[in-house]
T-cell receptor
Framework: GAVVSQHPSWVICKSGTSVKIECRSL??????MFWYRQFPKQSLMLMATSNEGSKATYEQGVEKDKFLINHASLTLSTLTVTSAHPEDSSFYIC???????????FGPGTRLTVL | AQTVTQSQPEMSVQEAETVTLSCTYD???????LFWYKQPPSRQMILVIR??????QNATENRFSVNFQKAAKSFSLKISDSQLGDAAMYFCAYRSPTYKYIFGTGTRLKVLA
């Protein structure tokens, strides 16, 4: 299957700062990438769907001005958490989706802790 | 709106025994995909098995098989000959025709030696 990497794997930041998380498709050109967040002991919640070269589609309740998603190339999508607050602390996971068989390939995730 | 329900927050199975994890979903669509993903302590999501809704035959992958009941909107996962490495969180997931994925709340599987 496809290989997806995320960077950084963990980050600690101060409240009010912005944090950028990168998601890279290492062996596949992904036209569609997905961003999820997962709180401790909870399920994955889809935040947005990112298509290369176009604006991301955000799920209801997700602030697009706070969670900026850029998918400038077929191999890179970024999620920027702007003006982070402690309640934004979570595990963020990206994935790339394949058309046809419907499978997703997940990155290893990024743990964000906002102090 | 589509929903995915996993009613078993936690399950235990003896090593080498068989366990079944339940999943139900709700959708008005006829063409979709269903998945079981495993999330070990490393948090890396791993695909266990997938099922296309248009296929009546239940998917199998080695020790893993599903019981797909389309009319009942049920999609259970059976793990045979359970191994210690099977211990993880298991998520049932639905993919809509519009490519939207919805995950259930997960079932934590413990494997007892």
């Amino acid at each position: 299957g496809a290989v997806v990497s995320q960077h950084p794997s963990w980050v600690i930041c101060k409240s009010g700062t912005s944090v950028k998380i990168e998601c890279r498709s290492l062996d596949f050109q992904a036209t569609t990438m997905f961003w999820y967040r997962q709180f401790p002991k909870q399920s994955l919640m889809l935040m947005a769907t990112s298509n290369e070269g176009s604006k991301a589609t955000y799920e209801q309740g997700v602030e697009k001005d706070k969670f900026l998603i850029n998918h400038a190339s077929l191999t890179l999508s970024t999620l920027t958490v702007t003006s982070a607050h402690p309640e934004d602390s979570s595990f963020y996971i990206c994935s790339e989706g394949l058309a046809g068989d419907g499978e997703q390939f997940f990155g290893p995730g990024t743990r964000l802790t906002v102090l | 709106a589509q929903t995915v329900t996993q009613s078993q927050p936690e399950m235990s199975v003896q090593e080498a025994e068989t366990v079944t994890l339940s999943c139900t979903y709700d959708t008005s669509e006829s063409d979709y995909y269903l998945f079981w993903y495993k999330q070990p302590p490393s948090r890396q999501m791993i695909l266990v098995i997938r099922q296309e809704a248009y296929k009546q035959q239940n998917a199998t992958e080695n020790r893993f098989s599903v019981n797909f009941q389309k009319a009942a909107k049920s999609f259970s996962l059976k793990i045979s000959d359970s191994q210690l490495g099977d211990a993880a969180m298991y998520f049932c997931a639905y993919r809509s025709p519009t490519y939207k994925y919805i995950f259930g709340t997960g079932t934590r599987l413990k494997v007892l030696a």
